[in-house]
């Protein structure tokens, strides 16, 4: 199984971004999908999870009300879209899948990662 994110890039402070991330070699829908991210100095840290039809979802405290995250099972394909961009949003951004359908909310727990997309958010 392979994920490949993308979509990162310079925004400013208020600003917006969506985040993709495309799945390949499995079957999308057997997984909840998650993204997490990586700030400098930081540990990683879970930002939002769907289920495998997509709905329930759920979202980090620290984004709640500002990232939303959803799934296309057609194009086999997770979104982040972000608003109201903060500077400490900046991060590498990571999406991942969790095979087990429970949609944990820990890193250790998922089964494969793509590699992240760089989100940067200047003052």
């Known amino acids: 199984v392979q994920l490949q994110a993308s979509g990162g890039g310079l925004v400013q402070a208020g600003g917006s971004l969506r985040l993709s991330c495309v799945v390949s070699g499995g079957t999308f829908t057997n997984y909840c999908m998650a993204w997490f991210r990586q700030a400098p100095g930081k540990e990683r840290e879970f930002v939002a999870t769907?289920?495998?039809?997509?709905?329930?979802?759920w979202t980090a405290n620290s984004v709640k009300g500002r990232f939303t995250i959803s799934r296309d099972n057609v194009k086999n394909t997770v979104y982040l879209q972000m608003n109201s961009l903060k500077p400490e949003d900046t991060a590498v951004y990571y999406c991942?899948?969790?095979?087990?359908?429970?949609?944990?909310?820990?890193?250790?727990?998922?089964?494969?990662w793509g590699k992240g997309t760089l989100v940067t958010v200047s003052s």
């Open positions: 991942a899948a969790d095979f087990s359908g429970t949609c944990r909310t820990t890193g250790r727990h998922m089964d494969y």
């Open positions: 769907a289920s495998r039809s997509g709905a329930p979802t």
